[in-house]
């Protein structure tokens, strides 16, 4: 399988070269060059294995033999889901009228982990084979760091460098961080605001100078071997549902990057008997506008109860819109670049028809949220983290739905304290996190000192 950019200018690269890569140097998404399609009798046969064996399936199917041989890569597949600490890996479980396709069972309890523990393998398995090194740097907010950090501590040839902002993200988060003492992983907790680390990444990436002498990488949501891992659980909850007489399924996605919802598209495109997929987005409600007005338009964000989701443009929403234009490069980089001036861009109605009625988008607001947690637990005794109930609260009316639950409960546990009157059960993974010995760097908020920290590091290896 090759890989292209939605942007067209980037010659076809293999699997593992478009995984290095990333975001493509023509500033588009990679994308494969077709998408495989799967018959009925596959579909059928693929319903009865196991995550990880149905991982192996679908996976090799966009890598190809001559790029990573399918012993290496069923390998790298076993360790990459022997991490999670339910047998099923993702298991769908049945609360009330829905479905609950529980996403949260690896090291840092959110659906991240199943994207993340693969590309770390991947990434190790790549560069050993090469002989290269990546040195991975990325802000977060708190939420997802962790799960970026536990896919790479102890990989050889890997550094990371997460900066957090010094005190405010959550205890637990900050600790689910700085409490991983492998030798590669570096936290830096810098004496700003998000936004302040945000921009000191990104001022290091368009260094291009440093970038290239440090080998620089990202592990953020764009990469192909995400999307790639999420697809399988779209196909694993459809076999288990399908035994309770289900065909067509309606999966409904809290979402924020549309990383998640977009692997359930390209489910859908491979052939899976998909009703509908519902996007689900909170206050931040960038895409469910475009996908109920045609109007693509970035706003400011607002902090919600479920963070994760608090995205002001959708990284991967360009993946998508390439396919709504008819893989037409020209049309998508006209629109990407009307998307910086004030007023975005506006589609036609004709394609945003298109559109339906696969996808089907609706914001939930903070107190719908907070009602949902409440209500599936009164009546179901089933506790959602706020993510999770953001899904749940759009497929409302509907029974049968699957609704990705993207975070354990106990992560978020102040918002689901005061849904439910009582704190969730914190699961083994996080119990005594708190009490764990920790390592930090405490920077001041500038490029400066950022830069000469992550020099300093890299010289020393
Ligand atoms: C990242 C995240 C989401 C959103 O997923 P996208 O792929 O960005 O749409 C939802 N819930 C949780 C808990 C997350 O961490």
Redesign the pocket.
Known sequence: MRYISTRGGVAPLTFSEAVMMGLGTDGGLLLPEQIPSIDDATLNSWSRLSFPDLAKEVVGLFVGDSDIPAADLDQLIEQSFASFNHSDVTPVVKVGDRYILEL?HGPTL???DVALQFLGNIFEYILAKKGGELNIVGATSG??GS?AIYGVRGRKGIQIFILHPSGRVSPIQEKQMTTVLDDNVHNIAIEGTFDDGQAIVKQLFNDLAFKKKFHLGAVN?INWARILA?IVYYFYAWGRVKKDGKKKVTFS??????????AGYMAHRMGLPVEQLILATNRNDILSRFFNSGTYRAGSVTPTI?P??D?QV?S?FERYLYYLLDEDSEKLKFLMGELNSDDGFTVSDDLLARSKPLIWARAVSEDETEDTIKRVFKEDGYIL?P??AVGVCAAEGRSGVVCLA??HPA?FGQAVTKAIGRAPDVPKALQGVMDRPARCMVLPASLDSVQGYIQKVLRAE
């Not at 996605?253 to 977009?262: A, K, L, S």
């Open positions: 949260f959110a659906f991240k939420d997802t799960a949501s999420q996605v809290p979402t924020g990057n549309f990383g998640d919802i977009f479920s994760s989701m995205i959708s991967n983290d993510h999770s993207t975070a992560k």
